[in-house]
């Protein structure tokens, strides 16, 4: 079906057609496809189930001729999406990204949506407008963002990505909502990309950072950091987490220990080597 409706292009798309075509005219001249001659004037019957066939054959080709123009044209356009973005044209990516969605309802389409809403929150806060403009553009900018993160989930509630994707468009959102129902939608999220994959050291490596920062609570961020640790042992950015955490509380051994194995996974680091030379 992928093969199918995700052609590369519509010349790929035509030619298979063309030769699909001419494979069965060569099959028919050489006998390997019999014919079957069909009068309808002989029955009525025959002749009125046969109109029928034939009017559920043209509706059906319709409607998946119909379907994959959609699909290729969608393509289309998350490639010029790719393209625009890669320029750093934010509003033409989203133009483009928007078509693409409109044509085939595709959670990858959602969750691309509001990464780029992130950015553009990003960009909101990062920028030297006045508060009133930030808070009237944010208004607008962060529902889109969490409904987009959402209906990509809807669609695809199997997606470890979709479910990472809307704990980090909360994780955004923090600092404007309530911080403690935030956190709780950010925990089901993160709960729900663990079942998709159990094994992925990023879930308890964001619990982490939120654990630290968000809570202050030093002792469950380090649990977070040791089970990601387990997960993946050369995990830089969780041992170099772990390695500030022990040297914050006077564990100064330990966090040599921690840095050490870091840039042993990253030695060409110049911050561990600093850090490192810190301790």
Not at 63 to 71: A, P
Not at 236 to 260: F, H, K, N, P, R
Request: hydrophobic share 50%.
């Amino acid at each position: 079906t992928v093969a199918i409706l995700y052609v590369p292009n519509i010349v790929i798309f035509a030619l298979a057609f063309l030769f699909t075509g001419l494979l069965v005219s060569s099959a028919i001249a050489s006998k390997t496809i019999e014919n079957s001659v069909v009068t309808l004037r002989q029955d009525p019957r025959v002749n009125f189930v046969v109109i029928l066939i034939f009017v559920f054959l043209i509706l059906t080709c319709v409607y998946i001729g119909n379907e994959v123009v959609k699909r290729i044209y969608s393509v289309k356009h998350f490639n010029s999406y790719n393209t625009a973005l890669a320029q750093g044209d934010i509003g033409l990516a989203q133009t483009h990204l928007q078509r693409a969605r409109d044509l085939v309802d595709h959670d990858s389409y959602y969750r691309e949506m509001a990464l780029l809403h992130m950015v553009r929150i990003q960009r909101v806060l990062n920028s030297d407008m006045t508060e009133e403009e930030a808070v009237t553009q944010l208004s607008v900018l962060a529902p889109e963002m969490i409904r987009n993160a959402k209906d990509a989930t809807t669609l695809n509630s199997n997606s470890f990505t979709n479910w990472f994707v809307l704990a980090q468009a909360y994780t955004v959102l923090i600092p404007f909502l309530d911080k403690e129902d935030s956190l709780i939608q950010i925990d089901q999220a993160y709960t729900n990309a663990l079942k998709q994959n159990p094994t992925s050291p990023i879930v308890p490596l964001q619990r982490a950072r939120l654990a630290l920062f968000e809570k202050e609570d030093s002792a469950a961020a380090k649990e977070y950091l040791y089970e990601a640790i387990a997960l993946k042992s050369d995990y830089v950015e969780a041992l170099a987490l772990l390695s500030q955490i022990q040297a914050q509380e006077g564990s100064i051994d330990e966090a040599i220990v921690s840095t050490q194995r870091a840039l042993v996974a990253n030695p060409l680091s110049i911050g561990l080597y600093f850090q490192l030379g810190f301790l």
